[in-house]
């Protein structure tokens, strides 16, 4: 069982910036996958950005927020975090943090964080 607490989120102006970070109950070392997601109202979870083993580790972005959104995972911390600058107001939902062992995927066991609200107003 891995337990993700995220922490940052909050009101900003559009154009602002805003980090969040998600801490890991375990050595996020041992982890395939790690990722944050957003929600907003009567729409599915969607991706936001993702480090995976599988790709060397290499960060994978939402075309909407390439260029503005940066992920990294801080072994030593157990943390990963997402830098977010110029935040328009439709990056605002709920972002969460998910993580998964290495076979997550054919296995379809991963585990979410409670999630943090980011609100950007125009």
């Known amino acids: 069982q891995v337990q993700l607490v995220e922490s940052g989120g909050g009101l900003v102006q559009a154009g602002g910036s805003l980090r969040l970070s998600c801490a890991a109950s375990?050595?996020?070392?041992?982890?395939?996958?790690m990722g944050w997601y957003r929600q907003v109202p009567g729409k599915q979870r969607e991706l936001v950005a993702q480090i995976n083993s599988e790709s060397g580790f290499s960060a994978d972005y939402a075309d909407s927020v390439k260029g503005r959104f940066f992920i990294s995972r801080d072994n030593a911390k157990n943390t990963v975090s997402l830098q977010m600058n110029s935040l328009k107001p439709e990056d605002t939902g709920v972002y969460y943090c998910r993580a998964g062992f290495p076979g997550w995927q054919e296995s379809g066991i991963h585990y979410w964080g409670k999630g943090t609200l980011v609100t950007v107003s125009s």
């Open positions: 375990i050595n996020i070392f041992s982890l395939a996958h």
